[in-house]
């Protein structure tokens, strides 16, 4: 991926962060998903009261996208941190993992894990999720 991208994805996950919605935890978390097409679509994590209805900022990212028609992804961006406050890498939950199991190739989807535009690292989804279980599992 061009770095001018990376930096965009990290700018925009950055900036997701004052929309978190945590008054349980405080911990922010902002998300960049990138389309094949290179369309961008965002999202944070969302609390609740009941605790379990919470959703992660990867999967609001990854469900406004699947809402608008989109079943393509080259990438995620996601940030995090203590009431905002970005000192290290937020890898996504096992949750989040598995939704983008259902969508992407794990050996190509590429997950950017950053702080700001000078401290991030990429991984795939296959490094993290190996002996993933999705759709080719079923069909
Ligand atoms: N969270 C995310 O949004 N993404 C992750 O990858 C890890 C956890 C959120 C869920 C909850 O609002 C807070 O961080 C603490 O778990």
Same mark, same amino acid.
């Given at each position: 991926m061009e770095k001018q991208t990376i930096e965009t994805m990290i700018n925009l996950a950055r900036k997701q962060l004052v929309f978190s919605y945590t008054p349980y935890s405080e911990f922010k978390v902002?998300?960049?998903?990138k389309t094949k097409e290179g369309k961008f679509y965002t999202g =944070?994590?969302?609390?609740?009261?009941?605790?379990?209805?919470t959703n992660c900022? !990867?999967?609001?990212?990854?469900?406004?996208?699947?809402?608008?028609?989109?079943?393509?992804f080259e990438a995620i961006c996601i940030?995090?941190?203590k009431k905002g406050i970005l000192t290290e890498y937020i890898a996504p =939950?096992?949750?989040c993992r598995q939704v983008m199991m259902e969508f992407c190739n794990? !050996?190509?989807f590429q997950i950017i894990l950053a702080i700001n535009k000078e401290r991030y690292k990429i991984i795939t989804l296959k490094e993290i999720l190996p002996l993933?279980?999705?759709?080719a599992n079923l069909f």
């Open positions: 902002g998300a960049v998903l =944070c994590n969302i609390e609740n009261a009941a605790y379990t209805p900022a !990867e999967r609001t990212a990854f469900f406004k996208a699947i809402s608008e028609g989109e079943q393509e940030v995090g941190g =939950c096992g949750v794990p !050996e190509k993933g279980f999705g759709p």
